[in-house]
């Protein structure tokens, strides 16, 4: 399961974080266990899923831990812009966390994900690990994007991760090649093409959607739906927010995007039926914390009490934390101490990612064009040889 990688992520020196929970009592079995969704699916031209839910002890276990990880890695990326540690945009996924990971649980590496800017968890649930998504978030040679891609393009090719696109709704289309590529190969397996509500207007979005179900594409848009695009709520920009049904001939489907079984349940149904029958729309009914981006204070276009409503009511870790304790599978001092591990995790690797140096200045020009092509740069009447390209 890629979720499991979020557990090899301690430094060497280190004991593992599965043999932390095997000296404890934390419930580490392999027992099915079935639960109900929070609320039930709302589906558009498709009989919808079950809402029972068939999960282990253990991966409750790590859905706790690999949420708790990506929150803690946001709220610590928060502290490094202030520090101006980070520069340029960043926008944090703190409250969105059920989604990447119940994504993961229910398909492949073999599957492709690309979203937009909001990409860090997405990067942490395809298996990237926190000193190399640190590292790119600070421009470190040692990020995942090689530092010239910042916060908006993580990406992790072995992965099929296809990174995050700043251009908004620009990552649909080619979420749709991938797909086509994948019918064409003849592969069992589906694309994810992330966005968010701000993006569902978006006439690119359409226009792939369209050929995507011509041709019978194994493809399934998801929409982060977290009802604000920048600072406009989605009734203010959609004349229809049901997002799940904006594919008007295309199926879809409402998740409680909070609810991490939700998710998993819905994923896997929609990579079935987009294999099988061609492209589906999910709507990720979630919520984030943090503003848009960091310029974005995040509370001037909503009331605090409604943010502090939502993590009281509907937060994804504490949601499995109750879980958690219905079933007996750790104790709160268990769970707080896996949380102060992930803290002192997520310290160390901060710490390793600013000995990462900066991206050497010939970095400038390279990944620009393909090696090989012999690209040269000349001054005035060709007289003058500037540069030469690798």
């Given amino acids: 399961m890629a979720a499991a990688a979020l557990l090899r992520r301690v430094p060497a020196a280190r004991a593992p974080a599965t043999a932390l929970m095997a000296a404890r009592s934390i419930s580490d079995s392999t027992a099915a266990l079935t639960i ?6 709302t589906s558009h031209l498709v009989d919808p899923p079950s809402r029972d839910v068939t999960t282990t002890p253990a991966e409750l276990m790590t859905f706790f831990r690999d949420m708790s990880v990506m929150r803690r890695m946001e709220i610590a990326a928060d502290s490094l812009y202030k520090a101006k540690l980070i520069r340029g945009f960043c926008h944090l996924y703190d ?6 990971v119940g994504m993961e649980a229910a398909i492949t590496r073999g599957d ?3 979203t937009a800017y909001r990409d860090h968890c997405t990067y942490l649930a395809r298996g990237g690990d926190l000193v190399s998504a640190f590292s790119e978030l600070m421009g470190r040679e040692g990020g995942c994007s090689r530092g010239k891609g910042g916060s908006m393009h993580f990406y992790k090719k072995d992965a099929n991760f296809y990174g995050g696109h700043g251009i908004v709704g620009a990552q649909v289309p080619l979420g749709c090649g991938l797909a086509f590529a994948q019918k064409y190969k003849k592969e069992d397996t589906a694309t994810f093409a992330l966005y968010g509500d701000g993006a569902a207007n978006q006439g690119q979005l359409f226009e792939a959607l369209n050929i995507s179900a011509l041709w019978k594409l194994p493809a399934i848009l998801v929409c982060e739906n977290n009802h604000y695009g920048m600072g406009t709520a989605e009734w203010r920009a959609a004349k229809s927010p049901a997002y799940y049904k904006r594919g008007d001939y295309v199926p879809g489907l409402k998740v409680d995007g909070m609810d991490v079984l939700a998710v998993k349940q819905a994923c896997k149904f929609a990579k079935e039926h987009a294999v099988a029958n061609g492209p589906i729309v999910l709507e990720m009914d979630t ?4 503003g848009h981006s960091m310029s974005d204070p995040g509370s001037t276009y909503r009331t605090r009490d409604e943010i502090s409503g939502v993590r009281q009511e509907r937060d ?3 949601r499995v934390r109750k879980l958690i304790y219905a079933h007996d599978l750790a104790t709160a001092a268990e769970l707080k101490d896996m949380e102060k591990e992930i803290r002192k995790q997520v310290d160390d690797a901060i710490a390793k990612a600013k000995e990462s140096s900066m991206p050497d200045t010939s970095e400038l020009f390279t990944n620009v064009y393909k090696k090989g092509f012999g690209v040269e740069s000349f001054g005035p009447d060709r007289k003058e040889l500037r540069a030469s390209l690798p």
């Fill in 95 to 100: 409250g969105q966390e059920a989604v990447a």
């Fill in 112 to 114: 492709s994900i690309i």
């Fill in 287 to 290: 919520y984030r914390y943090h």
């Fill in 316 to 318: 994804p870790i504490e």
């Fill in 36 to 41: 109900e969704t929070s609320v039930p699916f």
